[in-house]
């Protein structure tokens, strides 16, 4: 009787565990500044939530850049891909890219990358201003890039 109480409290933890990482997939986050933790002796740079045209090895985009981490065997990366394109080619200055996670295992620890599609939403002088993981909507897309384009308006 008591394995199956003890059985019956571990299913129950895990499908509220489950729910809740459920509901966090694909939604955007703020990425604060210290946010980021590097890992020690393996960093060099002085903000570890700042990526640089050198690193991703393409120009940033003038207003913004969405940066998707991926992996060859990641079913929602094409069509989170295509979806992006399309949010950058209907805004002028922005600028998609796409990193191979596997690839660059620098970057990804580097930023916590631990599944794949995930998101990075910079400003023109590449921070991070928030980041989702997971398959995101279009409009929380839209609605984290307007987070830059309108704070670069004002």
Same mark, same amino acid.
């Given at each position: 009787?008591?394995?199956?109480? &003890?059985? =019956? *409290? &571990?299913? /129950? /933890?895990?499908?509220? #565990?489950?729910?809740?990482? !459920?509901?966090?997939?694909?939604?955007?986050?703020?990425?604060? #500044?210290?946010? @980021? !933790?590097?890992?020690?002796?393996?960093?060099?740079?002085?903000? +570890?939530?700042? @990526?640089?045209?050198?690193?991703?090895?393409? +120009?940033?985009?003038?207003?913004?850049?969405? =940066?998707?981490?991926?992996?060859?065997?990641?079913?929602?990366? +094409? +069509?989170?891909?295509?979806?992006?394109?399309? =949010?950058?080619?209907?805004?002028?200055? *922005? $600028?998609?890219? $796409? &990193?191979?996670?596997?690839? !660059? @295992?620098?970057?990804?620890?580097?930023?916590?990358?631990?599944?794949?599609?995930?998101?990075? &939403?910079?400003?023109?002088?590449?921070?991070?201003?928030? !980041?989702?993981?997971?398959?995101?909507?279009?409009?929380?897309?839209?609605?984290?890039?307007? $987070?830059?384009?309108?704070?670069?308006?004002?």
């Amino acid at each position: 009787m008591g394995g199956l109480i &003890v059985l =019956v *409290v &571990v299913l /129950a /933890a895990a499908t509220v #565990a489950g729910l809740a990482l !459920r509901q966090r997939r694909g939604k955007f986050r703020a990425s604060p #500044a210290g946010a @980021l !933790r590097p890992l020690a002796g393996r960093i060099t740079l002085a903000d +570890p939530a700042v @990526l640089t045209a050198e690193e991703l090895g393409v +120009p940033l985009g003038a207003r913004a850049t969405l =940066v998707q981490f991926s992996t060859e065997f990641c079913a929602n990366c +094409p +069509p989170t891909r295509r979806m992006l394109g399309q =949010v950058a080619q209907d805004h002028d200055g *922005v $600028e998609l890219v $796409e &990193v191979d996670a596997a690839a !660059r @295992l620098d970057l990804a620890r580097r930023l916590n990358i631990y599944s794949t599609p995930t998101i990075l &939403v910079l400003g023109p002088d590449g921070a991070i201003a928030s !980041r989702a993981s997971g398959q995101p909507r279009k409009a929380d897309v839209l609605a984290a890039v307007g $987070e830059i384009l309108g704070a670069g308006a004002a």
